[in-house]
């Protein structure tokens, strides 16, 4: 590896923390170091990331459906903290060197990783998916299968999966499509983990889009027209998008960090690397234990795992031990198209309480929530303190001792 980082040998050389990933946990983790460390000349931080507009994963349903997005420049949101940019795409890192290779050939040795590349649609886990199957791991993805809806006219698109992002991307489909017929396929009834009624507003919207769902069903082999099912039936599809399950890149694994499997790396408490330390791990990249489980991909969690990122690296630096991380859910909020959705309210292990909304409350509760990081990281930027604020699930994730 070639190492681009020019040195004035006369000068004690700086600890460099390199960011890899400005998605909603890198930014945080970017914007949080960055502006605490302003103006020191022993501590560089470097942003990588592989478009240089900040993909707003949360929204990618509507880019998919045809809904333009603003253009949110990771370059300028930087420009005010002492972050350097560096636009380009990570190939490999190499765990042992410390240093990180981008496809371009360019090298970029660190101190210290922080790790926060996201996760994409686990396409590996049947046969045919990773030929044939949209996803919406990307912007770029979320273009590809516009693309293919708007050229489409009519047919049938089957999204599989009936979690959150299937539903989301079912309803806005069917909403801006109505003349292509949308079938939701799962395992599980949509909204399985809210509360009734939470769950029953879900169905009926659904069925008011015209949304077919059918569940429990289990897809074995995704075709260029159809998919297969477990139970031996077919249904055809002129398109499928896939979004069962998300998995960790095979960059993390290939760099020879521990990773769990689905492929994220496994941290300790303090959200550093089991196998190696120098490595922080965050958002949906990264399989983090509190009392109640291993956290699941969401940006509700992922911006306070950069945030704890960025102020353990302050401690460390100077000369103190990081500390736990600890988090509880709060809400999961489910768009069904533009004006309608369902907000379920949760205990912070992510259990259902009795409270939720419904409808254009729910719906603007969802805008709010998904429109509130960029202003977020403006206000960090400004003021970090701003973005130390999350909750810590109580007695959900107290633990007596150290995890
Ligand atoms: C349609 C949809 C709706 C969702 N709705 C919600 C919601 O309502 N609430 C919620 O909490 N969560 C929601 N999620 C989940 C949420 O988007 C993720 O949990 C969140 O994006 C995780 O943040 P992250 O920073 O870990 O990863 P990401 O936001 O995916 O960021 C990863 C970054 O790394 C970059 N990157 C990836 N590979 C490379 C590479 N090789 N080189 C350089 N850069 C790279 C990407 O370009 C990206 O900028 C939704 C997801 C989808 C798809």
Same mark, same amino acid.
């Given at each position: ?117 996201? $996760?994409?649609?686990? +396409? @590996?886990? =049947? ?8 996803? /919406?791991?990307? *912007?770029? !993805? %979320? ?88 139970? $031996?039936?077919?249904? +055809? @599809?002129? =398109? ?8 960790? /890149?095979?960059? *993390?694994? !290939? %760099? ?148």
């Amino acid at each position: 590896m070639v190492n681009t980082d020019q040195h004035d040998f006369g000068k004690a050389r700086p600890h460099r923390v390199v960011i890899l990933g400005a998605g909603y946990a890198g930014m945080s983790a970017a914007v949080q170091l960055a502006v605490r460390v302003r103006g020191r000349e022993d501590v560089l931080v470097t942003v990588v990331n592989a478009q240089e507009r900040f993909t707003e994963r949360l929204r990618l349903h509507m880019s998919a459906t045809g809904q333009s997005l603003a253009e949110l420049s990771i370059a300028e949101m930087l420009e005010s903290t002492s972050a350097r940019f560096v636009p380009g795409r990570v190939a490999a890192v190499d765990a042992d060197a410390k240093a990180v290779r981008l496809d371009d050939g360019r090298v970029l040795p660190y101190d210290t990783l922080v790790y926060g590349l996201g $996760g994409v649609a686990d +396409t @590996a886990a =049947v046969p045919g998916a990773d030929d044939h199957a949209y996803t /919406l791991s990307s *912007a770029q !993805d %979320a273009d590809r299968l516009h693309d293919r809806l708007s050229r489409l006219g009519s047919g049938t698109v089957v999204v599989a999966g009936s979690g959150l992002t299937g539903i989301e991307s079912a309803a806005e489909i069917a909403e801006q499509f109505p003349g292509l017929n949308v079938v939701l396929l799962g395992r599980t009834a949509p909204g399985a983990a809210m509360n009734p009624r939470a769950r029953a507003y879900l169905r009926t919207a659904l069925d008011r889009l015209s949304v077919q769902v059918r569940v429990g069903v289990d897809v074995v082999k995704v075709l260029s027209d159809t998919v297969e099912l477990a139970d $031996g039936e077919t249904a +055809t @599809a002129d =398109v499928v998008l896939w979004t069962s399950g998300t998995r960790g /890149l095979p960059l *993390a694994a !290939d %760099a020879g960090l521990t990773v769990d499997a689905l492929g994220r790396i496994v941290t300790d408490s303090t959200l550093r690397s089991v196998s190696h330390p120098d490595v922080y791990a965050i958002g949906d990249a990264a399989a983090i234990r509190q009392k109640y489980g291993v956290m699941h991909g969401t940006c509700q969690g992922g911006m306070p795992t950069g945030v704890h990122a960025a102020l353990s690296i302050v401690r460390v630096l100077r000369g103190k031990r990081p500390k736990p991380f600890r988090f509880g859910y709060y809400h999961t909020p489910v768009s069904l198209g533009r004006g309608d959705g369902v907000v379920q309210f949760t205990h912070p292990d992510d259990s259902p309480r009795r409270i939720c909304l419904t409808g254009s409350l729910a719906a603007k509760y969802k805008e709010t929530v998904t429109a509130a990081p960029w202003p977020t990281y403006a206000r960090m930027a400004k003021l970090p303190a701003a973005g130390a604020f999350w909750p810590r699930g109580g007695r959900f994730t107290r633990t007596r001792k150290p995890q």
